[in-house]
């Protein structure tokens, strides 16, 4: 009988853990679900038939009904103790160009995200992510566009698109740091941390304390995020 060692010993010793740009999305999705699920809801993935435009996971609670457009990213370890990079996604020369330019629901078809969840992945058991309504990660996305892609290069000439990047830790040197602290102040009331770097060091009992608080954290973040009033207008039977 085949067996599973945590000791990297036997047939297990074949798989090594890896989180990469092919997976991550659907790691990102699975830890939304079951955050949320841990709270209530019930929740479909709307990617089980090929790829759905907008929107990722529909999240069910008390005939209340979100749509969840799910962005996922990896653990830069490259960055010690920084690494929590979060995405909006790709922007578009649009986005350059027009600052009214929406960043999320543009692609026609049924579905329109509600909620937005960014996702960033250091292990499946330890992440960050942030939920919020989709108009306030608007707002805070705007004033990344306006600091990382409205301004020129060194040379002078515009920026061309690409993937539109922010991270909790704000160097002090950045020349745009304000603005990377007001976009951060929209952001931080959302996040959900699931990182283990708070506890080295600590006893059993402030561990206990400290994912007590989370977890109370984590209820705050997701009655915020989840007001009936971002809810979508499906009508459930029933």
Same mark, same amino acid.
């Given at each position: 009988?085949?067996?599973?060692?945590?000791?990297?010993?036997?047939?297990? *010793?074949?798989?090594? =853990?890896?989180?990469?740009?092919?997976?991550?999305?659907?790691?990102?999705?699975r830890?939304i679900?079951?955050?949320?699920?841990?709270?209530?809801?019930?929740?479909r993935?709307?990617?089980?038939?090929?790829?759905?435009?907008n929107?990722?996971?529909?999240?069910?609670?008390?005939?209340?009904?979100?749509?969840?457009?799910?962005?996922?990213?990896?653990?830069?370890?490259?960055?010690?103790?920084?690494?929590?990079?979060?995405?909006?996604?790709?922007?578009?020369?649009?986005?350059?160009?027009?600052?009214?330019?929406?960043?999320?629901?543009?692609?026609?078809?049924?579905?329109? *995200?509600?909620?937005?969840?960014?996702?960033?992945?250091?292990?499946?058991?330890?992440?960050?992510?942030?939920?919020?309504?989709? &108009?306030?990660? &608007?707002? *805070?996305?705007?004033?990344?566009?306006?600091? *990382?892609? %409205? @301004?020129k290069?060194?040379?002078?000439?515009?920026?061309?698109?690409?993937?539109?990047?922010?991270?909790?830790?704000?160097?002090?040197?950045?020349?745009?740091?304000?603005?990377?602290?007001?976009?951060?102040?929209?952001? &931080?009331?959302f996040?959900?941390d699931?990182? %283990?770097q708070?506890?080295?060091?600590k006893?059993?009992?402030?561990? %206990?304390?400290?994912?007590?608080? $989370?977890s109370?954290? =984590?209820?705050?973040?997701? @009655?915020?995020?989840?007001?009936? $009033?971002?809810?979508?207008?499906?009508?459930? %039977?029933?």
């Amino acid at each position: 009988m085949l067996g599973f060692s945590p000791c990297g010993k036997g047939w297990f *010793a074949m798989f090594d =853990l890896h989180i990469g740009k092919e997976n991550v999305g659907k790691i990102s999705e699975r830890i939304i679900a079951n955050e949320l699920e841990s709270c209530g809801f019930l929740v479909r993935d709307l990617n089980l038939e090929g790829i759905s435009a907008n929107a990722d996971l529909l999240a069910i609670k008390y005939q209340f009904v979100w749509q969840i457009q799910v962005k996922g990213s990896t653990y830069d370890e490259t960055y010690p103790n920084h690494g929590w990079w979060f995405q909006y996604g790709y922007c578009h020369e649009e986005h350059i160009y027009n600052p009214d330019a929406k960043m999320f629901n543009r692609a026609k078809g049924p579905f329109k *995200a509600n909620v937005v969840a960014m996702v960033c992945v250091r292990s499946p058991y330890e992440y960050k992510c942030i939920l919020l309504p989709v &108009e306030e990660v &608007e707002d *805070a996305a705007r004033i990344n566009l306006n600091y *990382a892609y %409205r @301004t020129k290069k060194k040379d002078d000439t515009d920026k061309k698109p690409n993937k539109v990047w922010f991270s909790e830790f704000i160097s002090e040197r950045s020349k745009y740091k304000e603005q990377m602290k007001e976009e951060w102040k929209m952001l &931080e009331p959302f996040l959900i941390d699931r990182s %283990r770097q708070d506890f080295e060091g600590k006893g059993k009992d402030e561990v %206990r304390e400290m994912r007590k608080q $989370k977890s109370e954290k =984590l209820l705050l973040t997701i @009655t915020r995020a989840f007001e009936p $009033k971002n809810a979508s207008n499906f009508p459930l %039977r029933g």
